[in-house]
T-cell receptor, first 114, second 111 residues
Framework: ETGVTQSPTHLIKTRGQQVTLRCSSQSGHNTVSWYQQALGQGPQFIFQYYREEENGRGNFPPRFSGLQFPNYSSELNVNALELDDSALYLC?????????????FGPGTRLTVL | TQLLEQSPQFLSIQEGENLTVYCNSSSVFSSLQWYRQEPGEGPVLLVTVVTGGEVKKLKRLTFQFGDARKDSSLHITAAQPGDTGLYLCAGARNYGQNFVFGPGTRLSVLP
């Protein structure tokens, strides 16, 4: 059984650019949640995708958007990058909505915005 | 303002010592989770507690959910270097809602 994988591992961008982060969910899981973890803080919920539909969103602006594919893998897109977007971006998959099921986290993508 | 507060923020102890870390809120949670996160990895779930006053044990780790379901503690007996990591608590206000994470306690156990 393959765990949750994320790509790329590290990424450096400049202000104003756009970025796409990718997540492959664990086999049998239909839900992916994305979190932003700034240095020294706990993960902050961005949004959740359940069966290809957004199902719940945290306090993040619209320039944070996502997508879930029929195989339940997911993308996180961030437009017009700002310096404060520098963080570890975590995705987590679960066999159903994250509030009712155990989440399994990937290793994260570390994004640096210069 | 953090919905969940964790204390202490940092803790450095010697191998073999006992320790307790705390997770507090003014809000009531339907369930609360504890995770451990190691450098370069995502958080790994340790336990979920759902009943006020509930105590769960996982080897040398003891988790307690407060009677009022507003706070929780994690006690580690005879800490080992392998316990080093960031300990995060996360709470869900209502059943089925997404969990909100606290800022974490960074534990370092020195050999």
């Amino acid at each position: 059984e393959t765990g949750v994988t994320q790509s790329p591992t590290h990424l450096i961008k400049t202000r104003g650019q756009q970025v796409t982060l990718r997540c492959s969910s664990q086999s049998g899981h239909n839900t992916v949640s994305w979190y932003q973890q700034a240095l020294g803080q706990g993960p902050q919920f961005i949004f959740q995708y359940y069966r290809e539909e957004e199902n719940g969103r945290g306090n993040f602006p619209p320039r944070f958007s996502g997508l879930q594919f029929p195989n339940y893998s997911s993308e996180l897109n961030v437009n017009a990058l700002e310096l404060d977007d520098s963080a570890l971006y975590l995705c987590a998959s679960s066999p159903g909505l994250a509030g009712n099921n155990e989440q399994f986290f990937g290793p994260g993508t570390r994004l640096t915005v210069l | 303002t953090q919905l969940l507060e964790q204390s202490p923020q940092f803790l450095s102890i010697q191998e073999g010592e006992n320790l307790t870390v705390y997770c507090n809120s003014s809000s009531v949670f339907s369930s609360l989770q504890w995770y451990r996160q190691e450098p370069g990895e995502g958080p790994v779930l340790l336990v979920t507690v759902v009943t006020g006053g509930e105590v769960k044990k996982l080897k040398r780790l003891t988790f307690q959910f407060g009677d009022a379901r507003k706070d929780s503690s994690l006690h580690i007996t005879a800490a080992q270097p392998g316990d080093t990591g960031l300990y995060l608590c996360a709470g869900a206000r209502n059943y089925g809602q997404n969990f909100v994470f606290g800022p974490g306690t960074r534990l370092s156990v020195l050999p």
